[in-house]
Every structure is written in C-alpha cells, then in structure tokens.
C-alpha cells in the first residue's frame, strides 16, 4: 500500500478532529469549578481518546509535584472551550492549533497556547481501493464539516499530485475553493460530522473517506497500516493546552504541560499508538 506523506509549514493553530464534533455534551469527573488559583487541583477539560487517557497517565507525575488532576471529559469540540472561558476548567486538552486560532479569533475568546504536546496522524481510508494509483477519475472524497481540517486533507491530496491549491494559499486555512488544478475531476462532499466519519467508512460511503486518528482508532484503523494517505510528522496540527491567558504563566499550568512531556509519558504514547499518536517537542 503506498502511503504519501504531507509536508505542510508550519502555522500557527488550532481540533480535533479532532476539530468541531457533534453536540453531544460532556460527561465530568467532578464537580464544576476550578477552584482558588492557590488550590493544588488542576482541572483539564479533554477528550476522552486519547486525551483523557494520556491525562491519567499523567496523574502520578503530576502528583509528584504536589498537584491533584482531576478530568473533565467532553465528547464534542464546542463545549470545552466554553468551560475554559466560563472558568469551570484550569485548561483544555483536545484541539489542535488550527481549531484554537479558529474558535479564538471567531468567539473572542483570551486563551494562551500552553504548548504543543501529541500530533495525531489523519488518514484518507478507503473500502475501494488499496493504492491511490488505483483511483478512479470521478472518485468521491469525503471529509468532515470540521473546516480547518480541510487542509490537512488537501495537503496529502496534492502531495500525491492528485490536485493542486492556488499560489500563496496556506495550506492550513485552505478550503476546497482553492484547488486550481483537480485533473482527476475529484468530488468533494464535507458536511459530515467529524464524530460520523468513521461510521461513513464502515458503512463504505465514498472512495476515501478523511478520519481524525481518534475516531480511526475507535474502528480499529491505524493511519500507517490502513491509511491509503497518510500525514507526515511535520504536521502543523499538533493537539495543545490550551488556558485562560491570566493563566499562561501560572505553577498550575507550567506542571502541566512539563509532566506532559515527561519521557514517561512520551514511552506511554509510543507503546500504544505505536507511532500513530506522537509526543512533540515543546
């Protein structure tokens, strides 16, 4: 199976998938509420994959340090900036830069980028074909209604020359209305929730369908053992922590994202997702 990697420059973000899901709602762990800024909890609003997980893994470390993590776990992509901003939470654990430069410049919201911490791979899968040189003029793409994931998609389209984006365009805020060269004559359809986008693959709607690499794992696909695409490493859409910026500089917030990127943590990723999730530099 050919895999063709993307190479996007680097940008500032953003979901996950992740960008925008559903509105599902959010289940907690604890009570609403973040407490005094003297307190010793930190509370961090995640995802449940693999957000949540890492944050368990990441309880002890940060227990060494003298703090209590408490997490809160949301199923969507709306509401745990909301619980940021409505100062339910410490920080957030879920989007990648793309999606937090997005929420933050259309909502308003004063949130500081913490850090960078996992990069999770997107992949086009496909029930149809096994190598991209099998497809077929006319094919349809599908892809979610998450808008700044479309680059990303775009990106390892035109890596493997299928099409081409206008000059000067950022491949990280691109839209389908950049392609200026499309030779195979490719259908885009993006309104599917990106939470569904799994469920579209199994149900084998589409020739290739884009899958944020928690929702492939939901299924059991691995972007580098069934991706018939695969995102490259330098990916700009590493997911973040994201705070309230009279946070950015806080004790809370610095444990945080130190023990985040502590080799324990980076060994638990890499036995895992074996490759398909990665701890990024700071």
């Not at 933050?104 to 996992?118: P, R, S």
């Not at 994201?242 to 945080?256: G, I, M, N």
Request: net charge negative; hydrophobic share 40%.
């Amino acid at each position: 199976m050919k895999k063709t990697w993307i190479k996007l420059g680097v940008a500032a973000l953003a979901v996950l998938t992740l960008a925008g899901c559903g509105n599902s709602g959010s289940t907690k762990d604890s009570a609403s509420g973040s407490g005094s800024k003297d307190d010793k909890v930190i509370k961090v609003g995640a995802s449940p994959t693999p957000h949540a997980e890492i944050l368990e893994e990441a309880k002890p470390l940060l227990k060494e340090k003298g703090y209590d993590l408490e997490i809160v776990t949301f199923q969507d992509y709306i509401l745990p900036n909301k619980a940021l901003a409505e100062k339910e939470i410490d920080a957030n654990y879920f989007q990648h830069i793309p999606y937090f430069t997005k929420e933050v410049k259309e909502k308003g919201y004063d949130f500081t980028n913490a850090g960078a911490i996992h990069l999770e791979k997107m992949a086009l899968y496909s029930q149809k074909i096994k190598d991209i040189k099998d497809l077929e003029d006319g094919a349809t793409i599908l892809v979610s209604n998450s808008q700044t994931d479309w680059g990303r998609v775009i990106g390892m389209l035109q890596e493997a020359g299928l099409v081409k984006v206008k000059d000067g365009v950022d491949l990280t805020t691109a839209t389908f209305d950049d392609i200026s060269e499309n030779p195979k004559k490719l259908v885009f359809k993006y309104d599917i929730d990106p939470a569904m986008m799994a469920t579209t693959y199994q149900n084998k709607e589409g020739d290739l369908v884009a899958i944020n690499a928690n929702f492939a794992e939901g299924i059991g696909l691995n972007p580098e053992k069934d991706g018939i695409l695969v995102e490259d490493n330098n990916s700009p859409y590493a997911n973040i922590i994201a705070v309230r910026t009279e946070d950015k500089d806080s004790e809370k917030t610095k444990a945080l994202v130190d023990v985040l990127h502590d080799q324990k943590i980076v060994d638990f990723v890499n036995e895992k997702w074996k490759g398909t999730i990665t701890v990024v530099n700071q």
